[in-house]
């Protein structure tokens, strides 16, 4: 059974360009969760998508953004980008909601921002 | 005050060594879950919980609802075992992650 697929893997932008990144969850998988990881602030939940609703969101502006398509596949988006969102992006599948089983974790994407 | 915290931050080992990774949180939550992080950014679910103990290996994690406290342990340590260990607790509508405690296993 193939795992939870991130792509890019890395990625190099400019500020004020805006990036789409895509995951691909475990088949069966319906929820997919975003996350964004940095040296100074560590692991942080950006996003859930469930049956393709929003179902939780972190504390992130607007900039960020996500969708979840039928086949659960989704893609977060980050328009207008900032140096400080240069970070690792880590996407997550499950069967279910977050808090009720174990989440399968992909590669990343390594997003840096010039 | 972080409403996850970890101890130690870093740790360093003896293989064969029993390791014990503390996780307290103020949080509510529905579950506590223990991730594995190696160099190059993968990330590994190791255990979720919501009560008790659950045993994977040479991997046990514990958890006490009332203290708030969790904590992981890993039996006769390996330097494969070498990896930042995270621990993640909330609910559905939060998640909120420790620092992570970073395993040095030295053979």
């Known amino acids: 059974k193939a795992g939870v697929t991130q792509t890019p893997r890395y990625l190099i932008k400019t500020r004020g360009q805006q990036v789409t990144l895509s995951c691909s969850p475990i088949s069966g998988h319906r929820s997919v969760s975003w996350y964004q990881q940095t040296p100074g602030q560590g692991l942080q939940f950006l996003f859930e998508y469930f049956s393709e609703t929003q179902r939780n969101k972190g504390n992130f502006p607007g900039r960020f953004s996500g969708r979840q398509f039928s086949n659960s596949r989704s893609e977060m988006n980050v328009s207008t980008l900032e140096l400080g969102d240069s970070a690792l992006y880590l996407c997550?599948?499950?069967?279910?909601?977050?808090?009720?089983?174990?989440?399968?974790f992909g590669a990343g994407t390594r997003l840096s921002v010039l | 005050k972080n409403e996850v915290e970890q101890s130690p931050q870093n740790l360093t080992a003896q293989e064969g060594e029993f390791i014990t990774i503390n996780c307290s949180y103020s949080v509510g939550i529905s579950a506590l879950h223990w991730l594995q992080q190696h160099p190059g950014g993968g990330i590994v679910s190791l255990f979720m919980?919501?009560?008790g103990k659950k045993k994977h290996g040479r991997l046990i994690a514990t958890i006490n609802i009332q203290e708030k406290h969790s904590s992981l342990h890993i039996t006769a340590s390996h330097p494969r075992d070498s990896a930042v260990y995270i621990c993640?607790?909330?609910?559905?509508?939060?998640?909120?992650f420790g620092a992570g405690t970073r395993l040095t296993v030295k053979p």
């Open positions: 919980l919501s009560s």
């Open positions: 993640a607790a909330g609910d559905n509508n939060d998640m909120r």
């Open positions: 997550a599948s499950s069967l279910r909601l977050w808090g009720e089983n174990i989440q399968y």
